[in-house]
């Protein structure tokens, strides 16, 4: 917080003013005073311990393979590191927060929108609520699901298991809720609509495989309202979970959101 914060470019153009605008929307924590090429940034901040740098990285999952660890699964990351290097795992990050997509899989402007907001939410919650762990990070994310309330939640239609209905899913759930195509969900997103909750699901390396992190987010604001995760065996981001191998919206992960949303 009381550090210097610029940003670092991917060189991707595209890429690179889905990330300035989703900044623009959503980044209040700290003011950013330069964007610079990531390389760049991150060699400046080597030599400044003042210096941070908020970028578009990976995370990856070790595995201890005869003594030695061995990376077994990437994932994309919007993360704010520091120049401190490990020989190991290289540029470690202050914070971060894993984006929706695996490997080398494009980084559109609805994932760079969450990226942000769930990152600005993250940081600032963290700061007023005094947590200096992320091992609390389920306070952080389900402090405002009260207001899901007046919120309509849209689910893309396509990362719904096979069977699940709307109908079935708006019995379980107790404020409205509506299965949607791509395009609509999209839509909400990009432009940042009050009155809409999107649900998205984040794929987090681990170990031999993927747990998969589902998350209403407001489409407006940079506030996380809930998330469900399945529990115990792998750690994530600080806590502990079980593998999820799923990656779809199932009946289990409906109920938890609707006991969040009750609260």
């Known amino acids: 917080k009381n550090g210097e914060l610029i940003v670092g470019l991917s060189g991707n153009a595209e890429q690179d003013e889905y990330l300035k605008k989703a900044i623009e929307k959503f980044w209040t924590f700290k003011?950013?005073?330069?964007?610079?090429?990531?390389e760049e940034a991150l060699n400046t901040a080597k030599t400044d311990k003042n210096?941070?740098?908020?970028?578009i990285g990976t995370g990856s999952a070790l595995s201890p393979v005869q003594g030695a660890y061995q990376t077994i699964r990437y994932g994309a990351q919007i993360k704010i590191s520091s120049g401190v290097y490990h020989r190991y795992s290289g540029i470690m990050p202050k914070v971060y927060f894993?984006?929706?997509?695996?490997?080398?899989?494009?980084?559109?402007?609805e994932?760079?929108?969450?990226?942000i907001s769930a990152l600005e939410h993250l940081c600032t919650e963290m700061v007023a609520e005094q947590?200096?762990?992320?091992?609390?990070?389920?306070?952080?994310?389900?402090?405002y699901s009260g207001e899901l309330?007046?919120?309509?939640?849209?689910?893309?239609e396509d990362w719904v298991e096979k069977g699940l209905t709307e109908t079935e899913i708006q019995s379980i759930y107790p404020h409205p809720i509506k299965l949607v195509s791509y395009e609509v969900w999209t839509e909400a997103i990009r432009t940042?609509?009050?009155?809409?909750a999107y649900c998205i699901i984040v794929s987090v390396p681990s170990a031999a495989n993927f747990t998969f992190m589902y998350y209403l987010v407001h489409a407006s604001e940079a506030r996380v309202f809930a998330t469900s995760y399945p529990k115990l065996n792998v750690s994530v981001q600080g806590s502990s979970v079980s593998q999820n191998k799923k990656g779809y919206i199932d009946r289990k992960t409906m109920k938890s959101f609707a006991d969040i949303a009750r609260k």
């Not at 210096?51 to 970028?55: E, F, K, S």
């Not at 894993?98 to 402007?109: K, M, S």
């Open 131 to 143: 947590i200096e762990s992320s091992s609390r990070w389920r306070e952080i994310f389900n402090k």
């Open 149 to 156: 309330k007046n919120k309509t939640v849209y689910i893309l």
């Open 51 to 55: 210096l941070y740098v908020l970028h």
């Open 192 to 196: 940042f609509r009050d009155d809409i």
């Open 98 to 109: 894993y984006l929706p997509t695996i490997g080398d899989e494009v980084i559109n402007q």
């Open 31 to 38: 003011e950013i005073s330069a964007y610079l090429p990531a």
């Open 111 to 115: 994932i760079l929108f969450f990226g």
